[in-house]
């Protein structure tokens, strides 16, 4: 009787139950040695291989996927947001040298949709086997009243880990060195409300709509996955890596000051990587200054890495492209 009347309130508590087992073997193909049990516990177990570390660090991130959530729903597609959710997060903790454990996610939906929520959590999953990490659990919550129909949010927390002498702060960043940026695969994940604002809203834009100079319809290429950077990062090894930052949200002017030391000043030359057609697309329909596309979206860079002048034909072979480099100065940055 207690189910029935809460099935009422608006929440389903058997739909919630048929999500666990839906998702249950999809979690299980991303676990590591390291994952202890299975799904449906009150807590995830992790051990630690402590023989790797001398004195290992946890790192952690949360993020969010934002507002790029409306464009899955206008196009009905759900699983991409799912990758974007672990980029967005295993991303960030990379920064710092560290290698991605495990990672939970955070459904909130005014009413659950199982199959839509199976297709993110298998998104999830994908991006957690991309990244290298486990997915060890998560919550879906079920909020009447909460979020309008057909909305939800979605949120991820990753940990892992590092050596305490391997740490990657930028404070090893030093006039001299070299900075590599390593290409975006779009717009990832962020500015996407003033996205919607301009190609939708006030130049009527549908998401199925061809767009010739992008070569595919607007809302596939909404719905790009944001790049995750895992495998990029883990060919670093034994490389002079002073500094690294995740090009998210803040773009390019909010994100690369965050680890360059007083006096330095990141200098980054245009011209010298590639910008794909979204951004002059959506800088000319939106009649955007090009410092404020820059201080949105990552330009076609996801993730620079700053490194001693040594180490630089050794990080391009690696398929990084060179695109600045630091000197002496009022720290910032300048891209001229």
Same mark, same amino acid.
């Not at 991605?100 to 994908?126: C, H, N, R, S, W």
């Not at 549908?206 to 767009?211: A, C, G, K, L, N």
């Not at 990587?273 to 090009?290: A, D, R, T």
């Given at each position: 009787?207690?189910?029935?009347?809460?099935?009422?309130?608006?929440?389903?508590?058997?739909?919630?139950?048929?999500?666990?087992?839906?998702?249950?073997?999809?979690?299980?193909?991303?676990?590591?040695?390291?994952?202890?049990?299975?799904?449906?516990?009150?807590?995830?177990?992790?051990?630690?291989?402590?023989?790797?570390?001398?004195?290992?660090?946890?790192?952690?991130?949360?993020?969010?996927?934002?507002?790029?959530?409306?464009?899955?729903?206008?196009?009905?597609?759900?699983?991409?947001?799912?990758?974007?959710?672990?980029?967005?997060?295993?991303?960030?903790?990379?920064?710092?040298?560290?290698?991605?454990?495990?990672?939970?996610?955070?459904?909130?939906?005014?009413?659950?949709?199982?199959?839509?929520?199976?297709?993110?959590?298998?998104?999830?999953?994908?991006?957690?086997?991309?990244?290298?990490?486990?997915?060890?659990?998560?919550?879906?919550?079920?909020?009447?009243?909460?979020?309008?129909?057909?909305?939800?949010?979605?949120?991820?927390?990753? +940990? *892992?880990?590092?050596?305490?002498? @391997?740490?990657?702060?930028?404070?090893?960043? $030093?006039? !001299?060195? =070299?900075?590599? &940026?390593?290409?975006?695969?779009?717009?990832?994940?962020?500015?996407?409300?003033?996205?919607?604002?301009?190609?939708?809203?006030?130049?009527?834009?549908?998401?199925?709509?061809?767009?010739?100079?992008?070569?595919?319809?607007?809302?596939?290429?909404?719905?790009?996955?944001?790049?995750?950077?895992?495998?990029?990062?883990?060919?670093?090894?034994?490389?002079?890596?002073?500094?690294?930052?995740?090009?998210?949200?803040?773009?390019?002017?909010?994100?690369?000051?965050?680890?360059?030391?007083?006096?330095?000043?990141?200098?980054?030359?245009?011209?010298?990587?590639?910008?794909?057609?979204?951004?002059?697309?959506?800088?000319?329909?939106?009649?955007?200054?090009?410092?404020?596309?820059?201080?949105?979206?990552?330009?076609?860079?996801?993730?620079?890495?700053? +490194? *001693?002048?040594?180490?630089?034909? @050794?990080?391009?072979?690696?398929?990084?492209? $060179?695109? !600045?480099? =630091?000197?002496? &100065?009022?720290?910032?940055?300048?891209?001229?």
């Amino acid at each position: 009787m207690a189910a029935k009347r809460y099935e009422e309130s608006g929440v389903s508590v058997k739909a919630g139950e048929e999500l666990v087992s839906r998702v249950k073997a999809v979690a299980k193909s991303t676990f590591s040695d390291g994952v202890i049990g299975g799904l449906g516990g009150f807590a995830a177990f992790f051990a630690l291989d402590r023989e790797r570390y001398e004195e290992p660090v946890l790192v952690s991130a949360a993020d969010g996927v934002g507002t790029k959530l409306k464009i899955a729903t206008l196009c009905s597609k759900f699983d991409t947001v799912g990758i974007d959710l672990v980029a967005m997060c295993v991303n960030d903790i990379l920064t710092s040298g560290a290698k991605p454990l495990f990672f939970l996610d955070y459904v909130g939906t005014g009413k659950l949709v199982v199959e839509q929520a199976e297709m993110l959590i298998k998104g999830v999953a994908e991006g957690c086997r991309e990244a290298g990490c486990s997915l060890v659990g998560g919550e879906t919550a079920e909020l009447p009243g909460t979020y309008p129909g057909g909305e939800f949010d979605l949120v991820g927390f990753a +940990v *892992g880990v590092v050596e305490r002498k @391997r740490i990657i702060d930028g404070s090893r960043i $030093e006039p !001299g060195d =070299v900075i590599f &940026g390593i290409p975006s695969s779009g717009i990832h994940s962020n500015g996407y409300s003033l996205v919607r604002k301009v190609l939708l809203e006030e130049k009527g834009f549908r998401v199925d709509d061809e767009v010739d100079v992008l070569g595919c319809r607007l809302g596939e290429e909404l719905l790009r996955p944001t790049r995750i950077y895992s495998k990029d990062v883990s060919k670093f090894d034994g490389l002079d890596i002073h500094g690294m930052a995740h090009i998210t949200g803040g773009g390019w002017y909010g994100n690369i000051p965050r680890v360059l030391p007083e006096k330095c000043r990141a200098i980054m030359q245009k011209g010298s990587w590639k910008v794909p057609p979204i951004f002059g697309f959506l800088q000319s329909e939106g009649e955007i200054g090009e410092n404020e596309m820059f201080s949105c979206f990552n330009m076609g860079i996801g993730f620079v890495v700053f +490194v *001693g002048g040594d180490d630089k034909n @050794r990080l391009a072979e690696l398929g990084a492209c $060179e695109i !600045g480099e =630091v000197r002496e &100065g009022k720290k910032g940055l300048e891209i001229i």
